[in-house]
């Protein structure tokens, strides 16, 4: 057998075939299953957008409203997982909440029938409408209040944000919530979406696959620039600094979180949709600071790494649109989780259709023969 030549973080190896996603990072453009993302931005929903990724086409009227009307139902957690929630130390991080109680539903859920299409469709109902609870509940658990319930006459973002704020929001706020979770919610092969397949390729639940992949999510290379980038202009702290700042710490060779991308080689389609929600916000609200700064950085970081296909990425403007919606920047990662359920179920359905377990090889770089030294002798 052909053993291929070694790729660190297999840059560029092919890992499977898949038709969820595409990505063309010289061009900008980013798709669910063929439709472009600005119109599923426009035009779509999250819930309609995860239906399209996972079962591959878009739903009718009727098929909708069905799923809609299934994940309403299922939002509510068992006690048992807001009492196991209540034990977490409330100093630990909201994506290790996250992932604990993703793996505790394997064990209210446990069988294992993936051959089983209604088994199938059960699971996808289930992480969907449990993992914002999940959520919301530990952010209002670790300051010692009860979390709020799920309110049924509220859409899937509206009610998120409801139990995370304690309050219904602003029609306008929810609608752009919504935008953020269909942004979020697929981007072909990344670590978090493989994690997610190499678990679904053993043939295990699917809730210890959504766990591994919020587990690899958690990391800051993966899931982490936004809250950075939130640091990092609170750290300019004025239009008037901004290029100073960016000269200094180009000259010290450290990079500028949300921007820079390993695909996109010109501004992420989705920094440039974000923006457009951000502006939309912030006029509402009579302006923002850090939204003035984030500009004009903007605008020189081009002017000094555009030659180099640096732009904005998709972490440069979220952050500023999460915070004005309530959400507290750890929880900026959880809240990418809850839209990226969608793309890693689809990568799990899609793995199950054409399953062989991965096993990859290595080149061995050790040593042979080597005689075992009794301990006494070393
Ligand atoms: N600011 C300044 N310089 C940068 C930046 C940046 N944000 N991004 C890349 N560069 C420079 C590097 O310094 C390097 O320069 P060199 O060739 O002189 O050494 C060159 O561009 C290539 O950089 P790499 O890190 O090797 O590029 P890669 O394609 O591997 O990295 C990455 C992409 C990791 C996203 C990188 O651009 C980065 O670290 N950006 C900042 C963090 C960030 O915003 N991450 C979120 C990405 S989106 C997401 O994961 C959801």
């Known amino acids: 057998m052909t053993v291929c030549e070694y790729k660190p973080g297999l840059e560029n190896i092919a890992a499977a075939q898949s038709s969820i996603s595409h990505v063309d990072g ?3 453009i980013l798709e669910y299953r063929g439709i472009g993302i600005e119109e599923l931005a426009s035009k779509s929903n999250f819930l309609e957008a995860a239906y399209l990724l996972i079962w591959g086409e878009l739903p009718r009227q009727e098929e ?25 130390p409330e100093t630990g991080h909201p994506m290790d909440a996250l992932q604990t109680s993703a793996a505790a539903l394997g064990l209210f859920y446990s069988r294992r029938a993936l051959d089983n299409p209604q088994y199938i469709r059960e699971a996808v109902v289930r992480l969907l409408a449990k993992i914002p609870t999940m959520v919301a509940a530990f952010k209002l658990m670790r300051k010692g209040h009860d979390p709020i319930q799920p309110r049924d006459d509220l859409g899937y973002s509206a009610n998120f944000l409801y139990m995370l704020n304690e309050r219904e929001p602003d029609p306008l706020a929810a609608q752009i919530f919504d935008v953020c979770l269909t942004l ?23 809730y210890a696959v959504i766990a591994s992949a919020v587990g690899t999510l958690a990391g800051p290379l993966h899931g982490g620039a936004n809250e950075e980038v939130i640091a990092m202009l609170k750290e300019i702290g004025s239009v008037e600094n901004v290029r100073p700042y960016l000269e200094d710490r180009l000259q010290r060779k450290e990079k500028i979180m949300g921007f820079g991308h390993r695909v996109y080689k010109v501004k992420d389609p989705r920094a440039k949709i974000l923006q457009n929600l951000a502006e939309q916000l912030f006029e509402q609200s009579g302006g923002n600071k850090y939204y003035e700064i984030a500009v004009e950085l903007e605008q020189a970081v081009e002017e ?19 915070l004005k919606l309530g959400i507290p920047s750890d929880l900026f990662t959880p809240v990418f989780a809850i ?4 793309g890693w179920l689809a990568h799990w359905k899609e793995q199950l259709a054409v399953n062989r377990i991965f096993r990859p090889t290595q080149e061995y770089t050790g040593t042979h023969n080597v005689s075992y030294i009794p301990i006494e002798e070393r």
């Open 26 to 28: 010289k061009q900008g």
């Open 304 to 322: 000094k790494l555009g030659h180099r296909g640096i732009y904005a990425n998709v972490d440069f403007y979220s952050g500023l649109v999460y």
């Open 184 to 206: 979020h919610a697929e981007h072909t092969i990344n670590a978090s979406t493989f994690s997610a397949m190499v678990t679904a390729s053993t043939l295990t639940d699917p």
């Open 64 to 88: 909708l409203e069905a799923f809609e009307h299934d994940i309403r139902f299922h939002r509510r957690i068992k006690y048992r997982i807001r009492d196991m929630m209540k034990c977490f």
């Open 339 to 342: 839209a990226r359920v969608a």
